[in-house]
């Protein structure tokens, strides 16, 4: 009898920790651009340190998409400015909290 309770205790804890790995992991995946608007002046980099190349400078308050959060330091975004659509990197301390 303990072997069996044991058996299935086991194998009720696999079914668990793999179906809860799948619930994570899909919640990303279906998470696309996020708006948000910048609170300060900020540089949009054309990668992920401030010796890169800027691209365009943006005002404060201007609305940009968040399409990930790659670093710890910086997120990739798009932003649309003066008819032109610019992906790269900007600072987070660009946004608020």
Do not use: W
């Amino acid at each position: 009898m303990g072997r069996f309770f044991l058996f299935f205790s086991i194998l009720g804890l696999l079914f668990s920790c793999s179906s809860a790995s799948e619930t994570s992991s899909s919640t990303k995946r279906n998470q696309g651009p996020v708006a948000h608007n910048t609170i300060v002046d900020c540089v949009l980099y054309d990668g992920m340190s401030k010796s890169s190349k800027e691209l365009v400078k943006l005002s404060s308050e201007t609305e940009v998409q968040v399409t990930d959060t790659v670093d710890y330091y910086f997120m990739k975004v798009r932003v649309v400015k003066d008819g032109q659509t610019y992906n790269g990197y900007l600072h987070r301390n660009c946004f608020g909290m």
